[in-house]
């Protein structure tokens, strides 16, 4: 089985400032790991997977993660964001199928 | 840029009620799946579904929950007999392969009273 843990529900920044949206996982198998937003009234949307290779992984939107295995983690980055970055944050893992979700992070830009 | 379509976007009905939600997945992909989002919960998978079969189902899929593709581009999640704990978010995702991206729709809000 597999587990999610988003370490921070709320996220407060200001416009034009960094962000660190942190995840850390659990699984007795090798999985793969996504990062997903969700903006207000509408679906998920893939801001970035890791599947293998590389473990800094570049997303859309100018958003990066960093997959650590020792510590599995995979931690998601902005070095400035925008106001339109306000949105739900989803971290998930999947084995093969199905994607086991975190509970959400909930980043609010400020001016 | 082609995208998951789900129908209704949002629906009322009453306890005890069959529910049909709809959804159409991108044309080229084969696998497909259904998760539930209770208001202030986590997304939670449901089913998945490949070659017309049930992949994989998770503990919450009972016996009141079906899923059909039924015409080779809906793909349908009947709840037999709503109850008001199934009120919830349904994303319907699409897939080419079974590690690949998903691709969600935005949702049909349920709410059973």
């Known amino acids: 089985a597999q587990s999610v843990t988003q370490l921070d529900s709320q996220v407060p920044v200001f416009e034009e400032a960094p962000v660190e949206l942190r995840c850390n996982y659990s699984s007795s198998v090798s999985v793969y790991l996504f990062w997903y937003v969700q903006y207000p009234n509408q679906g998920l949307q893939l801001l970035l997977k890791?599947?293998?290779?590389?473990?800094l992984v570049k997303g859309i939107n100018g958003f990066e993660a960093e997959f650590n295995k020792s510590q599995t983690s995979f931690h998601l980055r902005k070095p400035s964001v925008h106001i339109s970055d306000t949105a739900e944050y989803f971290c998930a893992v999947s084995p093969y199928y199905k994607l086991s979700f975190g509970a959400g992070t909930t980043v609010t830009v400020r001016a | 840029e082609p995208e998951v379509t789900q129908t209704p976007s949002h629906q009322v009905t009453q306890m005890g009620q069959e529910v049909i939600l709809r959804c159409v997945p991108i044309s080229n992909h084969l696998y497909f799946y259904w998760y539930r989002q209770i208001l202030g919960q986590k997304v939670e998978f449901l089913v998945s579904f490949y070659n017309n079969e049930i992949s994989e189902k998770s503990e919450i899929f009972d016996d009141q929950f079906s899923v059909e593709r039924p015409d080779g581009s809906n793909f349908t999640l009947k709840i037999r007999s709503t109850k008001l704990e199934d009120s919830a978010m349904y994303f319907c995702a699409s897939a080419t392969g079974g590690a690949s991206e998903q691709y969600f729709g935005p949702g049909t809000r349920l709410t059973v009273t």
């Open positions: 890791y599947l293998s290779g590389s473990t």
